[in-house]
């Protein structure tokens, strides 16, 4: 099993930055993807980017040039770096682990673009 729980969501204004963290515990050597996922309310949930192992990156296109996806190592962590913040951004953000037999979410961590 593994444990995901996400922090770094809040309020920012148009142009700002936030950095989101995820933290991992339990069979973490088992996760083979991290991912970022957001859902804007009354919207689906949207696949933001994405680290493979290898290293291989994938973003969506909305948000290429803008936000980066960086993980630790020991694959204890992974990261979302959001800079040029727009309205649009606001959803709640979700981290999920793509192991072996199973996938993992976490709880969700708002972000709300706003002046």
């Known amino acids: 099993?593994?444990?995901?729980?996400?922090?770094?969501?809040?309020?920012?204004?148009?142009?700002?930055?936030?950095?989101?963290?995820?933290?991992?515990?339990?069979?973490?050597?088992?996760?083979?993807?991290?991912?970022?996922?957001?859902?804007?309310?009354?919207?689906?949930?949207e696949l933001v980017a994405a680290i493979h192992s290898g290293a291989v990156i994938n973003y969506a296109d909305s948000v290429k040039d803008r936000f980066t996806i960086s993980r630790e190592n020991d694959n204890n962590a992974v990261y979302l770096q959001?800079?040029?913040?727009q309205p649009e951004d606001t959803a709640v953000y979700y981290c999920k682990g793509v192991g072996r037999r199973k996938d993992y979410w976490g709880q969700g961590t708002q972000v709300t673009v706003s002046s």
């Open 1 to 45: 099993q593994v444990q995901l729980v996400e922090s770094g969501g809040g309020w920012v204004q148009p142009g700002g930055s936030l950095r989101l963290s995820c933290a991992a515990s339990g069979s973490t050597r088992s996760i083979m993807t991290w991912a970022w996922y957001r859902q804007p309310q009354g919207k689906q949930r």
């Open 82 to 85: 959001m800079t040029s913040l």
